[in-house]
């Protein structure tokens, strides 16, 4: 797994080593450290003291049972461009961003202008880190909001492929709009009674959709890793981002609009920019673009084996 970390000057070594040896334990990656200086600050001294932490920040990583491998670049020019560059010609699968304690309104909601605007452009999937690294043995809490129409469309594939600890804890917190109550003056009691079934019927729905996807996922990723999903009445960005930092998750993992122009149309209920500055939590960023024969086939059932697609009825 190849990927890129990029950082800033004065990042802090030692929450990065906790950050990585938390996140990527029992798998080896390959990771690729690079710095930005623009090219007015482009100078011999600030050059020296740019590849000096390269160089500091390499020797610490090394000594992690995740790495790999460990390669470090110096790149100059504009950061969102320089980051997106190289995470291209790398062919990076992961590229993470430490978000610093920086000043300004927007900073202190949760993200910084170029770590907003690189997850607006990225067609990869990107990690940003806040300061609040797990211990190195804890388990790992992972939070995935997802509404039943958003469900239809999430890159499952995308979240298989990406590395979890043993121990982890997958977590689908499923949105659903609440039920009419009686506030509503103006319905009838059989229009009522209608919205409260064509609730209930959706619920049952989500639960079985559920729970066959934590069964195959829980296949798919073995038995030390835990997925589950639970169920909140609360269809917003706001619930999911309590949820999130209620919950203590150590990440919370958002789906991007979808980019291919088959789906162009279509708008997400959950703002992935908006749970990026809301959560307290590090955010996942599932950028890449998905296939053009991707849409409804994302079921449950793609993931089963061969074997067990054959037994098994389709949705």
């Known amino acids: 797994m190849k990927v890129l970390l990029a950082i800033k000057p004065n990042a802090n070594h030692e929450y990065i080593r906790?950050?990585?040896?938390?996140?990527?334990?029992?798998?080896?990656?390959?990771l690729q450290i690079v710095s930005v200086l623009a090219s007015t600050q482009y100078t011999p001294s600030a050059q020296k003291a740019a590849i000096a932490q390269l160089k500091s920040l390499s020797g610490v990583l090394r000594q992690c049972a995740p790495i790999d491998q460990v390669r470090t670049q110096l790149l100059e020019g504009e950061p969102v461009e320089a980051i997106n560059t190289a995470a291209l010609r790398n062919r990076s699968d992961l590229v993470l961003i430490l978000e610093g304690q920086s000043t300004g309104f927007l900073s202190r909601l949760g993200s910084s202008s170029t770590t907003r605007r690189l997850c607006q452009q990225a067609s990869y999937s990107i990690e940003v880190i806040k300061l609040c690294a797990p211990d190195d043995d804890a388990p790992y809490r992972v939070l995935v909001p997802v509404t039943e129409h958003e469900?239809?469309?999430?890159?499952?594939?995308?979240?298989i492929d990406l590395h979890w600890p043993r121990g982890s804890c997958i977590r689908?917190?499923?949105l659903l709009p609440p039920a009419l109550d009686n506030s509503y003056a103006e319905a009838t009691p059989l229009a009522t009674l209608h919205q409260l079934d064509n609730s209930t019927v959706q619920t049952v729905r989500m639960q079985s959709r559920l729970g066959k996807l934590c069964e195959?996922?829980?296949?798919?990723?073995?038995?030390e890793i835990v997925v589950d999903y639970r169920l909140v009445y609360d269809c917003s960005t706001a619930a999911a981002v309590r949820e999130a930092n209620?919950?203590?998750a150590n990440l919370l993992v958002v789906s991007n609009q979808p980019t291919d122009s088959f789906f162009r149309g279509l708008r997400s209920v959950l703002s992935p920019a908006a749970m990026?500055?809301?959560a307290k939590c590090s955010v996942l960023m599932l950028n890449q673009p998905l296939p053009?024969?991707?849409?409804?086939?994302?079921?449950?059932i793609t993931m089963l084996s061969d074997a067990a697609q054959q037994n098994s009825p389709t949705q």
């Open 18 to 30: 906790r950050y990585i040896a938390s996140r990527f334990a029992d798998l080896a990656i390959e």
């Open 151 to 159: 469900l239809e469309l999430y890159p499952i594939n995308q979240l």
């Open 172 to 174: 689908f917190l499923a």
């Open 216 to 223: 195959a996922m829980t296949r798919a990723l073995g038995h």
């Open 246 to 248: 209620d919950s203590r």
């Open 276 to 278: 990026l500055m809301a």
């Open 292 to 300: 053009r024969n991707f849409g409804r086939a994302n079921r449950v």
